[in-house]
């Protein structure tokens, strides 16, 4: 399984930025597709998950901001993020995972977002 991430870039505050990532290879059609982040300095955290089923699941720090959805028949996830802020800078890493097999897990390469104030 292949994860190409692509929208990062600089924003000013309060500005918006569209992250995309498009899985390739052995896709299954049960899986959890999400965005993560990591902060200078700081451990990588969730920032949001869909299901293949469209559930989703967000950090309390993004809930209201930022938007994740995903189009199953290009496998491909996005994350719509508005009101940025400059503590939102980061690398964001998508994934793919399926929670049954252990072993499928896999992620993308980053992408940074910048965010100055």
């Known amino acids: 399984v292949q994860l190409q991430a692509s929208g990062g870039g600089l924003v000013q505050a309060g500005g918006s930025l569209r992250l995309s990532c498009a899985a390739s290879?052995?896709?299954?059609?049960?899986?959890?597709m999400g965005w993560y982040r990591q902060a200078p300095g700081k451990q990588r955290e969730l920032v949001a998950t869909?299901?293949?089923?469209?559930?989703?699941n967000y950090a309390d720090s993004v809930k209201g901001r930022f938007t994740i959805s995903r189009d199953n028949a290009k496998n491909t996830v996005y994350l719509q993020m508005n009101s940025l802020k400059p503590e939102d800078t980061a690398v964001y890493y998508c994934?793919?995972?399926?929670?049954?097999?252990?072993?499928?897990?896999?992620w993308g390469q980053g992408t940074l977002v910048t965010v100055s104030s």
């Open positions: 994934n793919i995972k399926n929670r049954f097999l252990a072993g499928y897990d896999y």
């Open positions: 869909i299901t293949s089923g469209s559930s989703t």
């Open positions: 290879g052995s896709i299954l059609s049960v899986n959890i």
